[in-house]
């Protein structure tokens, strides 16, 4: 099982920034290979795709995001990351961070909690 928990969200003033961090635990040994990405979901809209990264260089973008946010991850420490810049209203969302990984011959999705992210003047 792995158990993920996000933090950083916040108000922020448009143009502003953030940092999402997103802290993993449990029982596995796999983190290094796992595919770990964030989602976001605004009111009355439906969950999207943000972000996700395999490796240091091997990123994927939204459209939306591209050029502003940046993932990265730490092996070691466990963790995942969201920098945020040049927010905008239309960022404003529940951001949750993800991780896929092979538990034997099964392959899983864990979620975390989320985190609230709020651009506003």
């Known amino acids: 099982q792995v158990q993920l928990v996000e933090s950083g969200g916040g108000l922020v003033q448009p143009g502003g920034s953030l940092r999402l961090s997103c802290a993993a635990s449990?029982?596995?040994?796999?983190?290094?290979?796992?595919?770990l990405g964030w989602y976001r979901q605004a009111p009355g809209k439906e969950r999207e795709f943000v972000a996700r990264?395999?490796?240091?260089?091997?990123?994927v973008y939204a459209d939306s995001v591209k050029g502003r946010f940046a993932i990265s991850r730490d092996n070691v420490g466990k963790s995942l990351y969201l920098q945020m810049n040049s927010l905008k209203p239309d960022d404003t969302a529940v951001y949750y961070c993800?991780?896929?990984?092979?538990?034997?011959?099964?392959?899983?999705?864990?979620w975390g909690q989320g985190t609230q992210v709020t651009v506003s003047s």
């Open positions: 990264i395999i490796s240091g260089t091997n990123t």
């Open positions: 449990g029982s596995f040994s796999n983190f290094n290979s796992m595919v």
């Open positions: 993800y991780a896929d990984g092979v538990f034997g011959t099964t392959s899983r999705r864990f």
